[in-house]
T-cell receptor, first 113, second 112 residues
Framework: DAGITQSPRHKVTETGTPVTLRCHQT?????MYWYRQDPGHGLRLIHY???????DKGEVSDGYSVSRSKTEDFLLTLESATSSQTSVYFC????????????FGPGTRLTVT | SQQGEEDPQALSIQEGENATMNCSYK?????LQWYRQNSGRGLVHLIL?????REKHSGRLRVTLDTSKKSSSLLITASRAADTASYFC????????????FGTGTQLKVEL
């Protein structure tokens, strides 16, 4: 398995609270991605990064922000969690180009009550 | 709407049979990839086919790509119970930047 971890793996939080999910890689890959997975929607891209401090929005970025201050870490923040953000969140990394093979982390199951 | 749509949404077969799932997409692509996801796990890359390729093999996997029809198929031959998983196609859209667009997936169940 690619050296990619996510923390926490499970989290329950209340509506209106901020939440930060962490993705950590040991592969020194340039590209990192945050997806959410919901029944009937497959994986949808939230934000991605193409280098330290270089990030861009994906398909469903509203309500989320990201930061990447080091190559190995990519943080996803839900500024004020809502029930619609209950989902499974996956981080992925890619080396040469994000358009090629992506390696996925184990996922974080987030429940917003 | 999704760039990639898999068909069927669910498929149930017996061990030893072949499984075929299809993916259709809407816009021009540079490549198309297939991923597998076991229950409760992250996705695992299976195979990549470039837009100028028509067929590719990897072990028991065979992928075809028809750019004129904007479709791809994944064939798993001699399926095993361990092949039970969800399968997703993902497209690298021309001019779309360094990211992939995933379909909604096909749930494959291989029964003993």
């Amino acid at each position: 398995d690619a050296g990619i971890t996510q923390s926490p793996r499970h989290k329950v939080t209340e509506t209106g609270t901020p939440v930060t999910l962490r993705c950590h890689q040991t592969e020194n890959h340039r590209y990192m991605y945050w997806y959410r997975q919901d029944p009937g929607h497959g994986l949808r891209l939230i934000h991605y990064s193409y280098g330290v401090k270089d990030t861009d929005k994906g398909e469903v970025s509203d309500g989320y922000s990201v930061s990447r201050s080091k190559t190995e870490d990519f943080l996803l923040t839900l500024e004020s969690a809502t029930s619609s953000q209950t989902s499974v969140y996956f981080c992925a990394i890619s080396g040469t180009s994000g358009s090629y093979e992506q390696y996925f982390g184990p996922g974080t199951r987030l429940t917003v009550t | 709407s999704q760039q990639g749509e898999e068909d069927p949404q669910a498929l149930s077969i017996q061990e030893g049979e072949n499984a075929t799932m299809n993916c259709s997409y809407k816009t021009s692509i540079n490549n198309l990839q297939w991923y597998r996801q076991n229950s409760g796990r992250g996705l695992v890359h299976l195979i990549l086919i470039r837009s100028n390729e028509r067929e590719k093999h990897s072990g028991r996997l065979r992928v075809t790509l028809d750019t004129s029809k904007k479709s791809s198929s994944l064939l798993i031959t001699a399926s095993r119970a361990a092949d039970t998983a969800s399968y997703f196609c993902a497209t690298d859209i021309t001019g779309g930047g360094n990211k992939l667009t995933f379909g909604t997936g096909t749930q494959l169940k291989v029964e003993l």
